[in-house]
């Protein structure tokens, strides 16, 4: 949350966009950004403004962190969820928020992520160390099981990505922590739980807007599928869909990898080819589409980084992760008749494996602080 001078915080973008959020109607939002300026997607950031001529505050809202649950800036207890230093940051990482129900699914989802991370990091040293070390005999079960487990969590996690993105919430109104600076009680104040007292003489507000409130603030009912249309025209959702069938097709890969059939599919060629290199070319290269859909939701304009955006730092990690299992199935079509092309192949899988785990290091601790 910011805040900062606006000359007319009353007048909301005239331009035609997908605002499809429930907004707290003490509350206007404009200046709606999409990274490709396509009518076609709904806005990645916006700015909500007070009604109130008096109040010159403003709040940055994102699709991120709308999703990732990060515009609650306390917990019922009123402690902050804000990491005001690093250190703080990293102790949130091990506090349960068992309040919160985004938190036990994004903390789901990043585990998952953060555990097939690691599995594979330990595929890339079976896969990796016997080029660089002889001693290290190379191991068709040990790169055989770390693969499909690998990949199996990593289906795990792309299911509950797509769940995120369904369960992410429908109101814009960021919790307490907004709550607090629109003047609202902190008494009971507590959007898990569905209460909805707040301070009826505060600036702006009214006998309807109070109404207003309590329709708006309640308990989330868990979605398990849905065929709205809206979330087709979220990058947030478009990127968790392609993340899902990409980890689908990957898994396939992690499958054939299972020793036993590994040893018989390796003497022919042309099935190795398409049950197991392809299936990483393919899922790979999906994954990289996903993550290049979340480096695009964090920024302004599609050909501007937002490096400084902890969210675009997990999406080009993704990114870096993705091109490194692309290229290990790519080079692995000639890895039976070139050293170099084994090489290189197992290498991929070593650092694209890294690059993940830092990524959802990166998430983990994204989610359990505010903005």
């Known amino acids: 949350m910011k805040s900062s001078s606006v000359s007319s915080p009353n007048v909301e973008n005239t331009e035609e966009v997908r605002w499809h959020h429930v907004l707290d109607p003490s509350l206007i939002a404009h200046s709606h950004i999409n990274p490709l300026s396509s009518s076609f997607l709904h806005p990645t950031?916006?700015?909500?403004?007070?009604?109130?001529?008096?109040?010159?505050?403003?709040?940055?809202?994102?699709?991120?962190?709308?999703?990732?649950?990060?515009?609650?800036?306390?917990?019922?207890?009123?402690?902050?969820?804000?990491?005001?230093?690093?250190?703080?940051?990293?102790?949130?990482?091990?506090?349960?928020?068992?309040w919160n129900v985004s938190w036990?699914?994004?903390?789901?989802?990043?585990?998952?992520?953060?555990?097939?991370?690691v599995v594979w990091v330990i595929n890339g040293f079976y896969s990796f160390l016997p080029f660089v070390d002889s001693s290290f005999a190379n191991s068709v079960s040990g790169i055989g099981w770390s693969a499909w487990v690998g990949a199996t969590i990593f289906e795990f996690g792309a299911i509950l990505g797509v769940?995120?993105?369904?369960?992410?919430?429908d109101t814009a109104n960021f919790g307490w922590g907004v709550s607090?600076?629109?003047?609202?009680?902190?008494?009971?104040?507590?959007?898990?739980?569905?209460?909805?007292?707040?301070?009826?003489?505060?600036?702006?507000?009214?006998?309807?807007?109070?109404?207003?409130?309590?329709?708006?603030?309640?308990?989330?009912?868990?979605?398990?599928?849905?065929?709205?249309?809206?979330?087709?025209?979220?990058?947030?959702?478009?990127?968790?869909?392609?993340q899902f069938w990409a980890a689908t097709?990957?898994?396939?890969?992690g499958f054939t990898a299972l020793p036993e059939i590994q040893n018989t599919i390796s003497t022919e060629t042309g099935v190795q080819d398409g049950t197991f290199w392809t299936p990483q070319v393919v899922g790979g290269t999906g994954f990289i589409i996903?993550?290049?859909?979340?480096?695009?939701?964090t920024q302004k304009k599609w050909y501007i980084p937002n490096l400084l955006s902890l969210g675009?730092?997990?999406?080009?990690?993704?990114?870096?992760?993705?091109?490194?299992?692309?290229?290990?199935?790519?080079?692995?079509?000639?890895?039976a008749t070139s050293t170099k092309a084994a090489y290189q192949s197992s290498l991929c899988t070593f650092w694209g494996g890294w690059a993940f785990l830092i990524g959802s290091v990166l998430q983990w601790y994204e989610a359990v602080n505010s903005v």
């Open 312 to 335: 675009w730092q997990i999406a080009i990690w993704n990114f870096i992760g993705a091109v490194g299992f692309t290229l290990c199935g790519a080079l692995g079509y000639a890895s």
């Open 104 to 117: 036990w699914l994004t903390l789901n989802v990043i585990q998952a992520f953060t555990l097939g991370s």
């Open 163 to 169: 769940l995120e993105a369904w369960n992410r919430g």
């Open 249 to 253: 097709i990957f898994w396939i890969s």
């Open 180 to 242: 607090r600076a629109l003047g609202y009680k902190d008494d009971n104040d507590t959007e898990a739980q569905g209460n909805t007292e707040f301070d009826r003489d505060a600036p702006g507000s009214s006998n309807n807007s109070v109404q207003a409130k309590t329709k708006l603030v309640r308990k989330r009912k868990w979605m398990w599928y849905s065929t709205d249309p809206k979330y087709w025209h979220e990058l947030g959702f478009l990127a968790a869909f392609v």
């Open 290 to 297: 996903s993550s290049t859909l979340l480096i695009l939701e």
């Open 45 to 98: 950031q916006a700015t909500l403004a007070r009604k109130d001529p008096n109040s010159n505050e403003e709040f940055l809202w994102t699709s991120r962190n709308q999703r990732k649950n990060r515009h609650i800036k306390y917990t019922p207890n009123t402690k902050s969820r804000h990491g005001s230093s690093l250190l703080v940051g990293l102790g949130h990482m091990v506090r349960i928020e068992y």
